[in-house]
């Protein structure tokens, strides 16, 4: 029995190294089917708490035009969630387990959106930043082993990128035709979300404990460090451009490594808000059930309306 | 974790244009087939991605085993004569 089961292992491996894509009904180890729930369901989770501090601007936007946006991406952040949980429900779980995971605190999603969104140049970030950063972890991922959630991120990420850019444009009309109060709002705001930005990427590569066996299975493809470099390459040139300064006195260029040597990171903050005791955590969550709970009638009522009728066509 | 009060899962079909085969683009949950339309299109089709739409409950594709998949598909290995590039022909007709 251990010699087949070691020997599917290596047919496994072997798909995997030949970089052929793993599809629902293949076998594949419990270990890799327990990684990607968990992965799978907490990028979930993140697109719909992600939908949470922003969805406190809809109203709030500046113009109608700003308004269509916000709730066009705020639409897109929901959307990107189906997509994931539908890719997490082929390994075998259902919605109702994952929510209820999320619900009761068990899953995690990202720390992120346990920062509070404070005034408007904040939603401007958030697009430019965060979902910067996003694009940047997700594009990898539209290349990993797993079929469905590979195929996921492939929508995801052609939605995404609207999301950035409309960030910046918020930001760049604030900066070059706003009032003074409005540049140092962006400016605010700017030094109030570059290091959780930076935090998203994860832990550095030496403490990160799902990294090497996740880069083994063809499910992680970039190391956090590496991402992280990359989007801060990328950055300080729109910082640039957008004339804003990114909060870190140790940001140069290093000519040798081509590329920016950073500050250290302030990892006790980024634990502290993962374990639980950000900002916004016990908010986000609160509103995650209250919605659920408020809409099990809603949902309740569609099951019932369908029953009726089918009785009613077999009545017929 | 009871499961019993899911709303059904449906597989979404989209043509993009016409001309064009429905593709599987996805699933999702839906209390019954308008729902699932209705939701099919909100959520694929966004971006005008789509020119028709087909769902299906998903507890209704039959589909192969992934397992016997060399067995199932095997018989179709050996008749390589079924392709044209099997047959050689003169230089002078080998555009046929």
Not at chain 1, 278 to 301: I, Y
Not at chain 2, 30 to 47: C, K, W
Not at chain 2, 63 to 86: G, I, L, N, W
Request: proline fraction near 5%.
């Amino acid at each position: 029995m251990s010699a087949t089961t070691h020997s599917l292992e290596e047919i496994f491996q072997a798909k995997i190294d030949a970089d052929v894509r793993i599809e629902p009904k293949d076998w594949m180890p419990d270990a890799y089917r327990k990684t990607l729930v968990r992965q799978i369901s907490q990028h979930a989770h993140s697109e719909i708490v992600g939908m949470l501090p922003e969805s406190n601007w809809v109203t709030r936007a500046p113009s109608l035009k700003r308004k269509a946006i916000l709730l066009a991406k705020v639409q897109d952040e929901g959307g990107h969630g189906l997509y994931l949980y539908a890719a997490a429900e082929t390994l075998g779980v259902s919605r109702d387990e994952l929510l209820d995971a999320l619900h009761s605190g068990r899953a995690k999603y990202s720390s992120i959106f346990n920062y509070p969104t404070l005034n408007w140049a904040d939603v401007g970030v958030i697009g430019w930043l965060v979902d910067g950063a996003a694009i940047m972890n997700q594009v990898p991922l539209c290349r990993c082993s797993y079929g469905p959630y590979a195929r996921a991120m492939v929508r995801v990420c052609k939605e995404e990128s609207f999301h950035q850019r409309q960030g910046f444009d918020a930001l760049n009309v604030m900066m070059t035709q706003g009032t003074p109060e409005q540049r140092d709002m962006v400016q605010d705001a700017v030094n109030r979300w570059w290091w959780p930005s930076l935090m998203m990427f994860g832990p550095p590569d030496a403490e990160s404990t799902h990294s090497t066996q996740s880069m083994r299975w063809g499910i992680k493809r970039i190391s956090n460090d590496d991402l992280r470099q990359k989007f801060i390459d990328a950055t300080v040139e729109q910082a640039r451009v957008l004339g804003v300064a990114l909060p870190d006195p140790d940001l140069k260029w290093n000519e040798a490594r081509q590329s920016y040597d950073h500050g250290p990171i302030d990892w006790s903050e980024f634990w502290n808000v993962v374990n639980g005791h950000g900002p916004c955590n016990r908010e986000r969550l609160a509103d995650r059930v209250k919605a659920w709970d408020d809409g099990a009638w809603v949902r309740e009522a569609a099951l019932a309306h369908e029953r009726k009728k089918q009785l009613r066509a077999k009545a017929a | 974790m009871s499961t019993k009060n899911e709303w059904p899962l449906w597989e979404v079909f989209v043509r993009s244009k016409s001309g064009l085969d429905h593709k599987h683009c996805g699933s999702l949950h839906a209390s019954d087939s308008a729902m699932a339309l209705q939701m099919a299109r909100d959520v694929y089709t966004r971006r005008q991605e789509g020119a028709s739409v087909w769902v299906v409950r998903s507890d209704q594709i039959v589909a192969s085993d992934p397992d016997t998949k060399d067995m199932f598909f095997e018989p179709a290995e050996d008749k390589v004569y079924r392709h044209p590039t099997f047959y050689k022909l003169p230089a002078d007709v080998d555009h046929m």
